[in-house]
């Protein structure tokens, strides 16, 4: 079997790799898509192939992020429910259609996903992969029991990194990830309210260009 990872060589992927690669005993493809990462795709090829990967994609995404799908949400002004900014979520869609191009070229029987069971990239992700290629599995551990049992939560996922020599730069002591791109950087932990961060996001939030007054169109009697 072969399964292409969204893989970002960050902890919940890093651990992802390795789980899928034991638990399927699959050939783990690794794909990560370059949309403005910079310096975090140093060193990830080797990463990936130290963690099990048989192979990896790094594929230049940037061009493509930021005409079909950045510009478009901008002269949108789309917001979800009014105050989430759709910085990280407005790239699910191209990364999915990347990893089922490259499903198709190494004829691999499945595409897995980190987004957990709770929120809404499982389904930007998956609708992605039904519209494109509905013959593809989509696996997403998160929603799998065995892997909630064995990692229900990230001291185990650092743990296990630990056990098998996995290279993360997560720890006990520093938790947090970033998910960074051509248009922000967001940062997360256990809980995703980082101290210091919030005033920063809601003087951000009163400044943003996409909060702006809807024009009206003028009515026949003030022509």
Same mark, same amino acid.
């Given at each position: 079997? @072969?399964?292409?990872?969204?893989? =970002?060589?960050?902890?919940?992927? =890093? &651990?992802?790799?390795a789980w899928l690669k034991e638990t399927y005993r699959a050939e783990v493809i690794a794909f990560c898509a370059d949309i403005g990462q910079d310096e975090e795709l140093h060193g990830l090829k080797a990463k990936a192939a130290k963690t099990g990967? =048989? @192979? ?10 930021? *005409? ?28 999915? @259609? ?10 691999? #029987?499945?595409?897995? %996903? ?14 992605? =992969?039904? +519209?494109? +290629? !509905?013959?593809?599995? &989509? ?15 990230? +001291? ?6 630990? #056990? ?5 730069? +997560?720890?006990? *002591? *520093? !938790? ?7 248009? %922000?950087?967001?940062?997360? #932990?256990?809980?995703? @309210? ?14 943003? !260009? ?14």
């Open positions: 079997m @072969k399964i292409v990872l969204a893989y =970002s060589g960050g902890l919940d992927t =890093s &651990v992802l790799l990967a =048989s @192979k990896i994609y790094i594929d230049n995404l940037q061009e493509e992020f930021a *005409k079909d799908f950045i510009f478009p949400m901008m002269r949108a002004g789309a917001i979800y429910e009014g105050q989430y900014f759709l910085g990280t979520s407005i790239a699910r869609p191209l990364i999915a @259609k990347r990893m089922v191009e490259i499903a198709r070229k190494e004829k691999a #029987q499945a595409i897995a %996903h980190g987004a957990t069971g709770k929120g809404n990239d499982q389904v930007r992700f998956e609708l992605t =992969s039904a +519209a494109l +290629a !509905p013959d593809v599995e &989509v696996i997403a551990p998160w929603r799998d029991e065995r892997f909630r049992k064995r990692f229900p939560g990230r +001291a185990e996922m650092i743990r296990y990194c630990e #056990q098998r020599k996995i290279p993360v730069q +997560a720890t006990a *002591k *520093k !938790p947090y990830s970033m998910d960074r791109n051509l248009l %922000h950087i967001p940062m997360r #932990q256990g809980f995703w @309210k980082i101290r210091g961060l919030m005033p920063l996001l809601r003087r951000t939030r009163r400044c943003s !260009p996409f909060r702006f007054r809807r024009r009206t169109r003028p009515t026949r009697r003030s022509m």
